[in-house]
């Protein structure tokens, strides 16, 4: 078994001896990173003071987050926090998100809050992974918002993936345009995306554990600049 292969299975099966079917944030960045994905700087802070040291190495501005495996959907709670600027920004978004999460589910887990970096602008798009009962592992790419949300312009392959499978996916999206740039922009990374939609199939085809795995967003930057996955969610047999 390979290091990465090794690691991968040994989040999951802290997970399974937690009783949880969903890993935390972290936990999920920990999986790709691992598998070779570009992934934001994600860290723990479980107090206000560990924040600012992680603040200082990771720089403003930062996102924050609550880290808690009884709430997965933190904006509904009102525990994300986008944009902070500096340490006394980090102390008031520190306390107010873990108030939140409390008032929100009072017998909540709290871990502390994730301290991550803050990208800039870019195009967004969503790649994800499931275990289909008739096909097995498959893999799905689009771009974000309307064009998935109202669209439903999404594209599908069974995994594991050829890096033309890959191209193939992202350019018979009707979004695809967007990514080749309009209006003047330039051309988004597709070799970079091609790369992480592969990888995605691989840990797909090779943890029939992962039950579905959701990468909402990735962040795709200019030719050459790469893409950065933002945020990753990942659950495991039995779980939706």
């Given at each position: ?86 340490e ?55 771009l ?6 109202l ?61 579905k ?7 795709a ?20």
């Amino acid at each position: 078994m390979s290091a990465a292969k090794k690691k991968v299975a040994e989040i999951i099966s802290l997970a399974r001896k937690e009783g949880r079917s969903e890993l935390l944030e972290l936990e999920s960045k920990q999986v790709l990173a691992v598998w070779g994905l570009p992934v934001k700087r994600t860290e723990l802070a479980k107090d206000p003071d560990e924040a600012v040291r992680l603040a200082r190495e990771i720089r403003y501005p930062l996102v924050i987050k609550i880290a808690s495996p009884d709430i997965p959907r933190r904006s509904e709670a009102k525990c994300v926090k986008v944009g902070v600027g500096s340490e006394l920004e980090l102390r008031q978004a520190f306390s107010e998100i873990v108030n939140n999460a409390r008032e929100y589910k009072p017998d909540a887990k709290i871990l502390g809050v994730t301290v991550q970096e803050y990208l800039p602008s870019s195009r967004e798009v969503v790649v994800g992974a499931l275990q289909d009962q008739s096909f097995g592992p498959t893999v799905w790419f689009g771009l974000l918002g309307f064009w998935v949300e109202l669209l439903g312009d999404i594209s599908f392959r069974l995994a594991p993936l050829s890096a033309e499978d890959a191209r193939e996916m992202i350019q018979e999206v009707k979004g695809y345009p967007v990514l080749q740039g309009i209006r003047g922009e330039p051309s988004a990374d597709v070799g970079a995306l091609v790369d992480i939609i592969q990888k995605v199939g691989q840990l797909a085809h090779e943890f029939p554990d992962i039950s579905k795995l959701n990468i909402d967003p990735i962040f795709a930057f200019e030719a050459g600049k790469g893409a950065v996955v933002a945020n990753a969610r990942v659950f495991l047999g039995g779980s939706k």
